[in-house]
């Protein structure tokens, strides 16, 4: 089983920019499909970006295209999100989850992943 522990949280003010991190241990990435998901409170968690990392892309929320980037480092087992133009409504709980399965799935529904990290804390002040 994986174990997903995501790092990089943190205070930034607006347009200002955080890279959180997504690190597995127990199984690699190598097969998985992970997603990055956001909580603000008294809302629903919901899809900020995805990667598949047998190369089938890339792929991301509107609220965050042209402004976050998804990606995944091999060697180090970590995927990682770089927010720019950060925006108070980005504020949240970010998660990353997982999923190893080779059959197609809907990316942005948290319910289709199993692993999930503890979440980290970002917060803009405008």
């Known amino acids: 089983q994986v174990q997903l522990v995501e790092s990089g949280g943190g205070l930034v003010q607006a347009g200002g920019s955080l890279r959180l991190s997504c690190a597995a241990s127990?199984?690699?990435?190598?097969?998985?499909?992970v997603g990055w998901f956001r909580q603000a409170p008294g809302k629903e968690r919901d899809f900020v970006a995805g990667?598949?990392?047998?190369?089938?892309?890339?792929y991301y929320a509107d609220s965050v295209k042209g402004r976050f980037t998804i990606s995944g480092n091999n060697a180090k087992n970590t995927v990682y999100l770089q927010m720019n133009s950060l925006k108070f409504e980005d504020t949240a709980v970010y998660y990353c989850?997982?999923?190893?399965?080779?059959?197609?799935?809907?990316?942005?529904?948290?319910?289709?992943?199993?692993?999930w990290g503890q979440g980290t804390q970002v917060t803009v002040s405008s």
């Open positions: 989850a997982a999923r190893y399965s080779s059959t197609s799935f809907q990316y942005t529904r948290s319910e289709n992943y199993p692993d």
């Open positions: 127990g199984r690699t990435f190598s097969s998985a499909s």
């Open positions: 990667i598949n990392w047998s190369g089938a892309g890339s």
